[in-house]
């Protein structure tokens, strides 16, 4: 079908275009901006929102993306459903037609982003901008046609939405059941519905079209394409505006054209909102260092944190763990990532994705056991691995030292008490405390007495004993106080190996360390690991020469997760020391190795992209969670300086593919922007290096900087703890601290008795050798 608009009657509603809206790109002008390396234009970027995001590539494509739903994790999704696979721009002028499809740049802003386009020998230049309102289910483009020419320009520009209106992963199970789309011109846009369901997706223009289109050749067998065309006129040495909006519901068509009508009528105020949103998140806990490559990396990860919020106002909100094929909500991956959340003041979101995961996991569990993942349609793929339920312990009491919120804490703990019960009751045969399951590492055999477990069940009842004693519980707190105890001592004697100078990857028995090392073989034949072959063959004999009836530790895949002792601080100090520097055999210029045995004798030397199968895996990869678990235990052990190494090795994938964002492997691999990179970074800049240790319901912040050697001057600002904000400036002989609350305390605790305080009246105490000062001050000055 094609309706066909006059002429004359397109370039009145042309003329009448205000002039006076300023360009997207011109707000943009003073906003932090990113451009990408040529190289990875045929790589992916997100324009990211909490109800709506977009996926493309940087070239301006829509090329199939993803392995989750095969080829369909690009595009824009208005979860639980998707709106469009993409969409095409085509400019026609001088008798030549153009597909902007090869963008030579493109420039990614913390909330919006642009391709620029340059066409006849860069005398037409077209920008696309684009952003995704807050809280609004569709997305903003404008394209900015610039002739730089000494001549008018006249021609057309057409438009082709290609709608895909589909459900997302595991819809059938939740009776989401796609059908065919078909689509309705109505004004300026085109009204496009799935048959059998209240899923719309709408897009145009604020501008009168001069023709329009349904396009047969539909690129998915359910989906539909319509295009939409302009006439285009362009003085010399100016430019022309064209704005468009995709908007959506998956519950009715008023919904639909609400949001639609909304994107491009506020569209402006809209985009200063976000943009004034985006400049406070980059205010909170502000970093300022002498590595500004470190100090740009830290900044732009509270933007990607805040690119991970996934509002279904059925479901609730919650970060999903990375984009683009792990969009949704998972139980570990917010357990680590929250933690920095919190420590970058992005308290709200925190808060609501614990209230999704509790309340979920106990429709699902009832038993305390949290989920692992989650689709955003609300069915459960995976309903907890074993770790999952005492890292969500240690969560609750982490956050509430943050917010001091007694009611935050007496919400969950009637979850955690259930689940310290199902995790010991249910979960631990031979009653050693060592509950048996899969932890972090998805490897198959890899379900007996892990080492990750062992370390955050122990973790989990030290933080239990302290919820309960303050809830006033002091039965139950020595109780938890005894189990932790014993744990942590178990720990150190049965999953210690003095032949590897590590903890074990798992207990287990002769059985099942001879079957995993037959596995673990073929793989380090397949990735042509010779010294790993050469290990195993000799494990494998000893376990022959000497075997056993019962349970022991076996080392074979040198896991990151024989690190978590030293993640925790349950390690005793002389095992953690040999341990961490037994360590640094398994990393790269990147980080650390997900596997030990994947890594080869040149790896420290190679600083090239990371060669993924083509079938997504995660074999051979280093990745950010690990690398920063190793970077928090070597502070965890008085090594900042190690701990720094760690960081900067991270922090070179900083923008290596998409600029202001880091993979998930290192470094170019998985997904583009990830949730817990912010607990890598955060909890050894924020809780380590500057010692903040929030004590909220004490109304008390305790600091203990423990800085590198590299940082003789540094500074973070506005840290939120409960109600109070604290900034530090930091230099060798002084120490600067205010704090917006003159009814707390900040108790600094220092190594070096000879500090002296020169504003502020602190109360001075020794203990362990360290003094501390203990202020009711809003501005303190400490100096050698």
Same mark, same amino acid.
């Given at each position: ?20 809206? /300023? ?31 977009? %996926? ?24 639980? +459903? ?53 809280? +609004? ?177 059925? +479901? ?73 339920? /005492? ?223 083509? @079938? ?5 990869? @280093? ?8 970077? +928090? ?49 955060? %909890? ?101």
């Amino acid at each position: 079908m094609k309706i066909r608009i006059p002429l004359l009657c397109s370039l009145l509603i042309l003329a009448c275009t205000p002039k006076s809206e /300023p360009l997207l790109s011109d707000i943009l002008k003073e906003t932090p901006s990113i451009s990408g390396n040529s190289e990875y234009l045929s790589s992916p970027f997100v324009t990211a929102g909490n109800r709506v995001y977009m %996926v493309g590539h940087q070239d301006g494509t829509f090329p199939p993306l993803g392995w989750h739903i095969k080829g369909e994790m690009g595009g824009i999704w208005n979860h639980p +459903i998707k709106l469009m696979d993409g969409f095409d721009a085509e400019l026609t002028v001088n008798a030549n037609t153009y597909l902007l499809n090869k963008a030579s740049e493109f420039v990614n802003y913390p909330f919006a982003n642009k391709h620029i386009f340059e066409l006849e020998d860069d005398t037409l230049v077209i920008e696309r901008v684009q952003f995704v309102p807050d809280n +609004i289910q569709g997305i903003s483009i404008q394209f900015i046609i610039k002739n730089n020419s000494s001549k008018n320009i006249e021609g057309q520009l057409k438009f082709t939405g290609h709608t895909n209106l589909r459900p997302t992963w595991l819809g059938e199970q939740s009776k989401m059941l796609d059908t065919k789309d078909y689509g309705v011109l109505k004004e300026n846009h085109w009204l496009v519905k799935d048959s059998l369901n209240p899923w719309h997706n709408v897009f145009g223009s604020d501008q009168a079209p001069i023709a329009t289109q349904e396009i047969k050749s539909a690129k998915q067998p359910n989906g539909t394409s319509h295009s939409l065309t302009y006439t285009v006129q362009v003085p010399s040495k100016s430019e022309q505006v064209i704005n468009f909006a995709v908007a959506g519901s998956y519950t009715s068509e008023e919904i639909a054209l609400d949001q639609y009508k909304t994107i491009l009528s506020q569209r402006k105020d809209l985009f200063q909102e976000k943009k004034s949103r985006y400049e406070a998140l980059a205010n909170q806990s502000k970093l300022t260092i002498p590595d500004k490559h470190l100090q740009e990396t830290f900044k732009w990860l509270k933007y990607n944190c805040d690119w991970l919020v996934r509002t279904i106002p059925e +479901i609730g909100t919650g970060i999903g763990a990375g984009i683009p094929d792990y969009p949704w909500y998972f139980g570990v991956d917010s357990e680590y990532a929250l933690k920095g959340y919190m420590a970058i003041g992005q308290d709200k979101v925190v808060e609501q994705t614990i209230e999704l995961l509790d309340s979920v996991s106990m429709a699902v569990n009832t038993n305390g056991r949290i989920l692992h993942e989650m689709s955003t349609n609300g069915v459960v793929f995976n309903k907890g691995n074993i770790n999952e339920t /005492p890292q969500f312990t240690s969560l609750i009491w982490e956050i509430y030292k943050w917010n001091g919120d007694k009611e935050f804490l007496t919400r969950y703990f009637p979850t955690i008490k259930k689940g310290l019960n199902w995790l010991l009751e249910e979960n631990d045969d031979n009653n050693n405390l060592f509950p048996d399951g899969f932890g972090m590492m998805e490897i198959h055999g890899l379900d007996s007495e892990m080492i990750d477990v062992a370390s955050y069940t122990q973790r989990a009842f030290a933080d239990a004993a302290l919820i309960a004693e303050e809830l006033g519980n002091s039965e139950l707190a020595k109780k938890y106080q005894n189990l932790a105890d014993e744990l942590k001592t178990k720990i150190n004697e049965q999953f210690w190996s003095e032949t590897f100078n590590s903890y074990a990857d798992f207990i287990g028995t002769d059985d099942q360390a001879l079957h995993l090392i037959e596995d673990a073989l073929v793989r380090a034949d397949t990735l042509n690991k010779p010294w790993a072959i050469e290990e195993l063959e000799a494990t494998k004999q000893q376990i022959l020469s000497n075997p056993s009836d019962t349970p022991r530790p076996f080392v074979l895949y040198h896991n990151w997760v024989v690190n978590t002792p030293m993640e925790m601080g349950i390690a005793d100090s002389t095992k953690a020391i040999l341990a961490l520097d037994n360590a640094t055999k398994f990393t790269n210029p990147f980080g650390v190795f997900v596997t030990g045995i994947d890594r080869d004798e040149s790896a420290g030397e190679d600083d090239g992209s990371f060669e993924g199968s083509k @079938v997504f895996s995660y074999t051979g990869a @280093v990745m950010t969670l690990p690398t920063g678990v190793q970077a +928090i235990a070597e502070n965890n052990y008085g090594r900042p300086d190690r701990a720094l190494d760690y960081l900067q090795r991270m922090s070179r994938t900083f923008s290596y593919a998409l600029p202001g964002s880091i993979y998930e492997v290192s470094p170019d691999y998985g997904m583009m922007t990830q949730a817990w990179n912010i607990y890598a970074f955060a %909890v050894p800049i924020v809780n380590q290096f500057f010692g903040i240790q929030p004590m909220a319901h004490k109304k008390t912040t305790v600091i203990e900087p423990q800085m590198p050697t590299e940082w003789g001057e540094a500074s973070l600002e506005n840290v939120k703890v409960g109600d109070n904000t604290v900034s530090i400036w930091y230099s060798g002989s002084k120490i600067k601290i205010q704090q917006t609350r003159g009814d707390w305390k900040i108790r600094l605790v220092l190594p070096e008795a000879d500090y002296m305080a020169t504003e502020g009246n602190p109360e001075r105490t020794t203990t362990n050798g360290k003094t501390i000062l203990t202020f009711s001050d809003k501005d303190i000055v400490v100096s050698k």
